[in-house]
T-cell receptor, first 113, second 112 residues
Framework: NAGVTQTPKFQVLKTGQSMTLQCAQD?????MYWYRQDPGMGLRLIYY???????DKGEVPNGYNVSRLNKREFSLRLESAAPSQTSVYFC????????????FGDGTRLSIL | ELKVEQNPLFLSMQEGKNYTIYCNYS?????LYWYRQDPGKSLESLFV?????AVKQEGRLMASLDTKARLSTLHITAAVHDLSATYFC????????????FGTGTSLTVIP
């Protein structure tokens, strides 16, 4: 079972470059999430999609855009990368209703020079 | 906005000892989760706590929830090296639109 798949796993960008992080899940979950993880700050929600066709801002949305392409896929785009966006990015999914935990991908380690 | 605080941030303990990690949150929640993260890896779900007084146990880990105090604990019994990891609590509420708020994490190192 693949679960939540993120691509790429590693990426180095120069300031000002753009990039899209891809996320796909095969568990038929309605809700999908993008987090960033920085040392000493836990996980912070960037954007989430409660169900196909909807997206909402989380705690730290500035500098990012998202697209819920279909039920399986949720992408995160950095239009003009900044060094402050150097982080580890995690995608997660879960059922919209009920109390099941989130399932996380393996993360994308992004460095912006 | 829901705030979640964990302490301690770092914990170094000897094998065989007991310890507790604390997770406090600022407003009413109807669901609390504990996750484990090994270095360089993804997050893995450990426990889901849904009601006041809920207690879940697996192996040497036991989690509990006190909704009145807005406090969850993760108790480690007779620690072993394999428990070395970072532990996160996450809190959510139906009113927050299916969002979840994570604590800063507790980095646990178990020393032989």
């Amino acid at each position: 079972n693949a679960g939540v798949t993120q691509t790429p796993k590693f990426q180095v960008l120069k300031t000002g470059q753009s990039m899209t992080l891809q996320c796909a899940q095969d568990m038929n979950h309605n809700s999908m999430y993008w987090y960033r993880q920085d040392p000493g700050m836990g996980l912070r929600l960037i954007y989430y999609s409660a169900s196909e066709g909807t997206t909402d801002k989380g705690e730290v949305p500035n500098g990012y855009n998202v697209s819920r392409l279909n039920k399986r896929e949720f992408s995160l785009r950095l239009e003009s990368a900044a060094p402050s966006q150097t982080s580890v990015y995690f995608c997660a999914s879960r059922e919209y209703l009920g109390n099941q935990p989130q399932h996380f991908g393996d993360g994308t380690r992004l460095s912006i020079l | 906005e829901l705030k979640v605080e964990q302490n301690p941030l770092f914990l170094s303990m000897q094998e065989g000892k007991n310890y507790t990690i604390y997770c406090n949150y600022s407003t009413t929640s109807d669901r609390l989760y504990w996750y484990r993260q090994d270095p360089g890896k993804s997050l893995e779900s450990l426990f889901v706590l849904l009601s006041n007084g809920a207690v879940k146990q697996e192996g040497r880990l036991m989690a509990s929830l006190d909704t009145k105090a807005r406090l969850s604990t993760l108790h480690i019994t007779a620690a072993v090296h394999d428990l070395s990891a970072t532990y996160f609590c996450a809190v959510g509420h139906a009113n927050t639109g299916n969002q979840f708020y994570f604590g800063t994490g507790t980095s646990l190192t178990v020393i032989p």
